[in-house]
């Protein structure tokens, strides 16, 4: 759990920054930045964000490019997904897939510079909410990935009881200010308080991400499909953020969803109680 929740936080960092690449073990992570894995590379998962990734070797887990392409050269292996969200998907018919294929198109609707300056604010303004939008879309793909088994514990105990995760989460909400108060008792405690904000972002993050999914899961399965997780996160949180456009409501809406996605990460202890 700490490994992952270590490289969760570093894929935050680079994110924020805008910049480059994280890789631990044979998991590859990259951001802004193209990713080629040779044909003598073995590699994990492999994650681009705004980049294009290239396998003339072998993946074992999962190839996923957000804003970008993949690439599949002759003699090439993905062992799990091929998740392609704004680009395209090129496959060599002697490339190997082992698990499902998801695309995700979208119009290329970010304007040039000299078009954003020129449209005023209003331009300014949804080029950087459709950015953070894909921005998020790509961190929920990530952790979808990464941590499939702790989300999903969250998204199991929002499906046992809504209710009781919401009361849950306006619990921990009530009790953020007092034990920071308590923490800040003894010079021990003042140090772990950036511990605590940490976690309670990270809470709120995997939350949202978790309340998304259920969202989706239960969207779709009145439709009787069962896509990957990752999919029903991005239908989740893209019916949030049309949600969020709603005068007075639907800001009501996603708070409601975010406190009761916080009480699951918090009850299930990030989702390590299944």
């Not at 009781?164 to 007092?178: R, Y």
């Not at 800040?184 to 995997?206: D, K």
Request: glycine share 12%.
């Amino acid at each position: 759990m700490l490994k992952h929740l270590s490289i969760f936080i570093i894929v935050i960092g680079l994110t924020l920054s805008a910049s480059c690449a994280f890789a631990r073990g044979r998991d590859i992570v990259k951001i802004a930045t193209d990713i080629d894995i040779p044909k003598d590379m073995i590699a994990g998962d492999v994650v681009a964000i705004g980049g294009n990734v290239t396998v003339s070797g072998r993946v074992e887990n999962n190839v996923v490019a957000i804003v970008g392409s993949v690439t599949l050269s002759a003699g090439s292996s993905v062992g799990g997904q091929v998740v392609v969200v704004g680009g395209e998907l090129i496959q060599h018919p002697a490339a190997g897939i082992g698990g499902r294929i998801t695309q995700v198109y979208m119009p290329r609707f970010i304007p040039s510079f000299t078009d954003l300056l020129g449209g005023g604010w209003l331009a300014v303004w949804v080029t950087i909410s459709i950015l953070a939008l894909l921005g998020f879309l790509g961190i929920s793909i990530l952790l979808a990935a990464l941590i499939p088994d702790h989300v999903g514990a969250a998204v199991n105990a929002l499906e046992r009881s809504f209710i009781a995760m919401l009361m849950w989460g306006i619990l921990w909400m009530i009790l953020i200010v007092p034990i920071a108060v308590l923490l800040a008792i003894s010079i021990v405690g003042i140090i772990l308080i950036p511990l605590e904000i940490i976690l309670v972002v990270l809470a709120m993050i995997i939350g949202y991400i978790a309340s998304a999914i259920y969202i989706g899961k239960n969207i779709l399965l009145s439709f009787k499909k069962v896509p990957p997780p990752f999919v029903d996160a991005i239908l989740g949180i893209l019916l949030l953020a049309l949600i969020g456009f709603v005068p007075f409501v639907g800001p009501v809406i996603k708070a409601l969803f975010l406190i009761a996605g916080f009480g699951a990460v918090l009850t299930t202890r990030f989702g390590t109680i299944k």
